[in-house]
């Protein structure tokens, strides 16, 4: 078997290489894909094969698909009008090669999801179905990670900001849903599976304050602010006005329980409970 990991000089492609060698699958069977690969040469020094793989080239997607057996589809890091796009362009190598089974990393809730983020995921989902490819869907709730990069500028200001209300938040970490990933591409029988990913302890923005005061010690509220007042906060701190409203947006879906799963899919693959929030948080500050 060989496995390619779109993304791995991301850090869920990484840690999926890697929970991919601890289940055993020799290095030389992995084929660890970017765009700029000489972030993951230490990855080739340890025997797995990197390969040149940009969405927007569909040359080097065939060649970096060259070979492959089964594909781990990490959804792209690019502005969100072209991740449709890129998708495509990345099934359409992975059918050209042969590939026998595509698993990709979509979102909770992804039919029914309203926001412009979950409606890229449902389109890229459909265009599988509709290229017949066997596939499998990892439809990944947020990350923990999301919200522990943010305990710097949490600490100075003693508050998270957002416009999810109180909506429930299934959020796992990123070696939770990579060791899932590295589950399915190992054993047999997902293929036309869908799997709604979260952690086993879903939690409000309120809550996530709560439990960082607890856990650190310090007072930390949570301020609700308007989809608008959210974007325009985002923007005032440097993000581009694009992404803060797809941001605000996302926040949004969130107070939908838009990324609110209790099927315990991701738990159940990893088997072992999902890694909690407060302890996500104790190693964040370490």
Avoid: C
Wanted: net charge negative; glycine share 10%.
């Amino acid at each position: 078997m060989s496995v390619v990991v779109t993304g791995a000089t991301g850090q869920l492609g990484r840690l999926a290489v890697e929970a991919l060698l601890r289940r055993g699958v020799p290095a030389s069977r992995i084929i660890a894909t970017g765009r700029e690969v000489a972030g993951i040469k230490d990855l080739a020094d340890r025997g797995v094969v990197v390969r040149r793989a940009d969405f927007a080239d569909p040359d080097s997607l065939a060649a970096a698909f060259a070979g492959a057996e089964k594909l781990l589809l990490i959804s792209a890091s690019v502005p969100v009008e072209e991740r449709l796009a890129n998708h495509r362009r990345a099934v359409d190598a992975a059918q050209a090669a042969g590939v026998s089974l595509v698993a990709y990393t979509s979102t909770t809730r992804a039919d029914s999801a309203a926001t412009i983020i979950g409606g890229t995921h449902r389109e890229t989902e459909e265009y599988l179905r509709e290229r017949g490819i066997p596939s499998v869907l990892l439809r990944n709730s947020w990350y923990l990670e999301n919200y522990t990069s943010q305990l710097p500028v949490v600490l100075q200001h003693g508050a998270f900001i957002g416009a999810a209300g109180r909506g429930r938040i299934s959020a796992a970490s990123r070696a939770d849903y990579a060791e899932a990933a590295a589950v399915v591409l190992t054993t047999e029988g997902h293929a036309g599976k869908v799997y709604e990913l979260g952690g086993d302890e879903a939690f409000s923005l309120p809550e996530l304050a709560s439990t960082v005061s607890v856990v650190l010690g310090r007072p930390i509220s949570y301020t609700d602010l308007s989809a608008e007042a959210f974007a325009k906060t985002l923007v005032g701190s440097g993000v581009p006005a694009d992404l803060a409203h797809v941001l605000a947006d996302a926040d949004l879906g969130l107070g939908r329980d838009e990324m609110f799963s209790d099927s315990g899919d991701l738990s159940r693959l990893i088997g072992r409970p999902t890694t909690s929030l407060a302890a996500a948080i104790a190693e964040a500050v370490r």
